[in-house]
């Protein structure tokens, strides 16, 4: 069964809709603050179906994603109890958030830049981030470049690779699809035990 092959090929052909731009940008900025759907899943097709725009694509993305991630923050800052624990009891990370906030006391900006590159829900980090009055400019710029490094290594994939990396992931994107849904399953499972 090709669930995930229809649903690449899906994806591509919204990711030339006239507002596709508009639609990563929502999901940019809620990804960032709420949302638990990578934004990488949308951007990387649609740096796929116009490499021309990757470079662009990508810089779009981080400005939503730090939009979104400021929000993440205020949510930590003024509206945790209300907004900040539901998103957190979602991801069954009561305990992973106590443990971000000894982490963020040792490493700070240097936590927040991590998780701004690697796939860890983001939002987590926002969130603490807001919660421990970490000072707003260095979480913007540390949340600026590292969103900026996972987003121009995707535009740098697409650019590059274009055509045919397209063709070999549309191959492969079945077994990817899996793989993805055994690394959630299992994401989850380590959270919840």
């Known amino acids: 069964m090709k669930i995930f092959t229809s649903l690449y090929d899906t994806v591509l052909r919204w990711s030339k809709h006239p507002h596709a731009e508009r ?24 740096a796929l179906a116009r490499p021309a725009r990757a470079w662009w694509l990508a810089a779009f993305t981080t400005i939503f994603s730090v939009l979104g991630g400021v929000a993440g923050y205020f949510i930590g800052a003024y509206l945790f109890d209300a907004v900040g624990l539901p998103i957190i009891d979602f991801y069954h990370a ?8 000894l982490w963020f ?8 830049f991590i998780a701004g590159v690697s796939p860890i829900p983001y939002k987590l980090f926002t969130i603490s981030a807001g919660v421990l009055n970490m000072a ?36 492969w994107v079945d077994w990817l699809g899996w ?4 690394v959630a399953v299992l994401a989850f499972w380590y959270f919840k035990h």
């Open 23 to 46: 639609y990563l940008a929502a999901v940019s900025f809620a990804e960032a603050s709420f949302f638990p759907v990578p934004t990488v899943f949308m951007m990387a097709p649609m």
């Open 94 to 101: 009561a305990d992973k958030f106590e443990q971000l906030k």
């Open 105 to 112: 006391d040792e490493y700070g900006v240097l936590l927040l």
């Open 136 to 171: 707003l400019i260095p979480f913007v710029l540390a949340s600026l470049l590292g969103r900026s490094v996972q987003y121009f290594v995707v535009a740098a994939i697409a650019y590059f690779g274009g055509d045919k990396l397209e063709s070999s992931l549309r191959k």
């Open 179 to 182: 793989g993805i849904v055994i």
